[in-house]
């Protein structure tokens, strides 16, 4: 399994960027997905999740009302639209693969991060 991150960029406070996520290997529908992020310094961080299925999403509370997780199976993808970005959105974001089908967490397969650079 191989999982490609993409979308991150420098963008400026109040700017808005969408993430994906593209999926090689292995059976894509059927597994949870998260995405993850970490700033320089900083450790790993939960940012939110997927149901296989996409009927829910977990977000953490530092990104609720912001960001939106969504998943496209026909394309192997999973998505994370990221808006009204902060300066502390700042980080490298990383998606991840649910170790167990029909289940989240916990998650074995990283993809290589993207970077996310917020200014003020």
């Known amino acids: 399994v191989q999982l490609q991150a993409s979308g991150g960029g420098l963008v400026q406070a109040g700017d808005s960027l969408r993430l994906s996520c593209a999926a090689s290997?292995?059976?894509?529908?059927?597994?949870?997905m998260a995405w993850y992020r970490q700033a320089p310094g900083k450790e790993r961080e939960f940012v939110g999740a997927?149901?296989?299925?996409?009927?829910?999403?977990y977000y953490a509370d530092s990104v609720k009302g912001r960001f939106t997780i969504s998943r496209d199976n026909a394309k192997n993808t999973v998505y994370l639209q990221m808006n009204s970005l902060k300066p502390e959105d700042t980080a490298t974001y990383y998606c991840a693969r649910g170790q167990s089908p029909y289940h989240l967490g916990p998650y074995d397969y990283w993809g290589q991060g993207t970077l996310v650079t917020v200014s003020s």
């Open positions: 290997g292995g059976t894509f529908g059927i597994y949870g």
């Open positions: 997927i149901t296989w299925s996409g009927d829910r999403q």
